[in-house]
Structure formats: C-alpha cells, structure tokens
C-alpha cells in the first residue's frame, strides 16, 4: 500500500473522515441551512402575525429564500475568494524568500526543529531531506511559519454553491405550510416544522464532531426560537401601533 493511501486508511480509521472528502465545506452546508431556516422562519412569522395574509407571506418567503441564498451564495464566494487570494500571495512570497535566501531559510528550519525537541545530531538529517524537495520545503514553511497548509485551501465556487443550496432547502422548509394550509394552522406547523428540522440537524452535527447530540439540536432550537419570537412580537407591535 503506498503511503498516501495507508495515511487515509488510518484517518478513515481513527476520525471517520475520508482526506480530501469534503469536509472542507461542512461550514457553509450548517451555515447555510442554519440561516435559511432561522431567518426565513422568523421573518414569516412576523408578517404572518402582522399581515394575516398567507399570499403576503408566500410572496415573503420566496422573495427572502432568492435574495438572501444569492446574497449569501455572493458574500461566501467574495470572502473565500478573497482568503484564498490572501493567502496565495503570502505563499507566493514565501517561495520567493527560499529561493532568494536559502540560507536563511535553513537556519530557520534548524530553529524551528531545534524548539520541537530534536537533537543537534537529528536535525541535519530533517533539515537536509526538506531542503532537498522544493515543494515540501515550501509546504513545511508555510505551515510552521504561515501557520497555511496548502493542501486545505479555500475553494470559492464550491462554497458559494454549498452556501447558496444550504440556504435555499432550509428557507423552504417553514415557507411549505403556508402553500398547503390555512394561514392559522400554517404558522404553528411552519415553526414545528422549522423548529424539528433544527434539532435533526443540530444533532447530526453534534453526531459529526461528536459532542451532545441533544444538546446540539437544542441549542438550534433555542437560537430559532427566539428569532421567531422577536418576528412575532415586531409582527404585532406593527398590525397594533402602525398599521
């Protein structure tokens, strides 16, 4: 078995993750679906409380699930793009400082190696084997002194896609009630259903970086809750004081 490949037997192994296997975009799928529920929930029920309108609040919850995935989908592409551009520069300095130092370059290893624990007798050894490969030198700069690993970098598009998809099939879940039933059994059963989701979801994600599943999906709950709140009470003081 080569070696990349015993590597990711054993990352499967101990961390249930596959290298290279998406993991990367695990922040904008929870970020995304977070968001399109949370926010779409609690803006309908505010204008289902203030408007007791089911067409306004159709007419709502579509015109916030197209504005807010594409702002969403736009915001995470420029940020990763500009992250991913931020750190190609440094990295790009980074190989222009080996090639024009070498030296330099090489007694910085020695430093960093001699902090890690290594003997005066070892650290040629390391030293002389990273500074033979170019790449790995640059890579092993980068993460030591940069604190960036390459390999991990931001990958804009991909984000954006996540982000934007995440949000759509989260806002669509307590816009559906309002399409299907009356407006007054719509409201409870949108924010059951926004507020059931939530927990399936705050538990897988407990599940995945393995803390309290319960306690995951019912700090969603608790942040969902209260966002619905605040739309209904804005919802009433708006139909009573000014409308």
């Known amino acids: 078995m080569e070696p990349s490949q015993w590597l990711a037997s054993r990352v499967r192994e101990h961390h249930g993750i596959q290298v290279g296997g998406g993991r990367e975009w695990v922040r904008e799928a929870v970020f995304g679906t977070q968001d399109g529920l949370i926010s779409t929930v609690g803006a309908l029920t505010g204008i289902a409380a203030g408007t007791h309108n089911a067409q306004a609040v159709v007419v709502a919850g579509f015109v916030i699930i197209v504005v807010e995935s594409l702002s969403m989908a736009a915001g995470s592409y420029l940020s990763s793009k500009s992250q991913h551009e931020y750190l190609q520069r440094l990295l790009k300095e980074e190989e222009e400082e080996i090639a024009r130092d070498p030296e330099g370059e090489r007694q910085e290893l020695e430093e960093m190696y001699r902090a890690r624990g290594f003997t005066e007798s070892e650290l040629p050894i390391v030293v002389n084997r990273i500074m033979s490969n170019p790449k790995l030198l640059l890579e092993d700069m ?29 806002g669509l879940v307590p816009v559906l009630p309002y399409l299907l039933l009356p407006l007054a059994q719509a409201m409870p059963v949108s924010m059951v259903a926004a507020f059931g989701t939530l927990f399936i979801f705050g538990s897988l994600k407990g599940r995945l970086v393995r803390t309290s599943w319960w306690r995951s999906g019912l700090e969603m709950v608790a942040v969902a809750g209260t966002a619905a709140l605040a739309g209904f009470i804005i919802g009433r003081v708006v139909d009573r004081w000014i409308v």
């Open 142 to 170: 980068a993460h030591k002194e940069l604190g960036i690993i390459p390999a991990a970098e931001e990958q804009p598009l991909r984000n954006a896609f996540v982000m934007g998809t995440a949000y759509v099939c989260g």
